[in-house]
């Protein structure tokens, strides 16, 4: 059984672009959520996927957007890059037995960005 | 609205010494509270998950503790070594399916 990944492990992009980062999910999981991580800081609620419907999103404006596919791995877009989306960017997949709020949480090492 | 904090923000201890690591919440209202650890440049470990009806999980020589009425939980590491070097966040899972998270406590065992 494969864990979460996450490609690419680093990237570099400037301010004004767009990026894309992909997840994989663990086998067998349905649920999916990314978290941006400040450093220093505890990770920041984005949004999460359940069957590949957005069914939960925290404090961050529409130009992040998300995908999940089929097979349940997942996209986090981001565009017009400020230099303050310089993070962390995790995804953690679930399986949502009893339904998406019950179910333990399993992460990937994460995407560093860097904007400059 | 939610807030999650952890204290202390560091921690170092002699290898071999019990310890205990705070995590507090503002609003009862959780589904669940899981502890993790990261350690540097990585991603996180899920290490225990506790759901709201239950008290206590064990895992090793860890063992966490949830008081929901105290809007508190408790991770207790016993028999440090110098591989628990880490930082170790709580999360709390609400009704809108968030992750509610502390900013962690880093810790040091020192040999």
């Known amino acids: 059984e494969t864990g979460v990944t996450q490609s690419p492990t680093h990237l570099i992009k400037t301010r004004g672009q767009q990026v894309t980062l992909r997840c994989s999910s663990q086998s067998g999981h349905n649920t999916v959520s990314w978290y941006q991580q400040a450093l220093g800081q505890g990770p920041q609620f984005i949004f999460q996927?359940?069957?590949?419907?957005?069914?939960g999103r925290g404090n961050f404006p529409p130009r992040f957007s998300g995908l999940q596919f089929p097979n349940y791995s997942s996209e986090l877009n981001v565009n017009a890059l400020e230099l303050d989306d310089s993070a962390l960017y995790l995804c953690?997949?679930?399986?949502?037995?009893?339904?998406?709020?019950?179910?333990?949480?399993?992460f990937g090492p994460g995407t560093r960005l860097t904007v400059l | 609205k939610q807030e999650v904090t952890q204290i202390p923000a560091a921690l170092s201890v002699p290898e071999g010494e019990n310890l205990v690591l705070n995590c507090s919440f503002t609003d009862s209202a959780i589904y669940n509270l899981q502890w993790f650890r990261q350690d540097p440049g990585k991603g996180l470990t899920s290490l225990l998950l506790?759901?709201?009806s239950q008290r206590e999980q064990t895992s090793g020589r860890l063992n966490a503790s949830l008081d929901k009425s105290s809007g508190r939980s408790t991770l207790y590491i016993a028999a440090s070594q110098p591989g628990d070097s880490a930082t170790y966040l709580c999360?709390?899972?609400?009704?809108?399916?968030?992750?509610?998270w502390g900013a962690g406590t880093k810790l040091i065992i020192k040999p």
């Open positions: 506790i759901q709201s």
């Open positions: 953690a997949s679930s399986l949502a037995k009893q339904g998406p709020r019950y179910n333990e949480q399993f």
């Open positions: 999360a709390v899972r609400n009704g809108n399916y968030q992750l509610i």
């Open positions: 996927y359940y069957r590949e419907e957005e069914n």
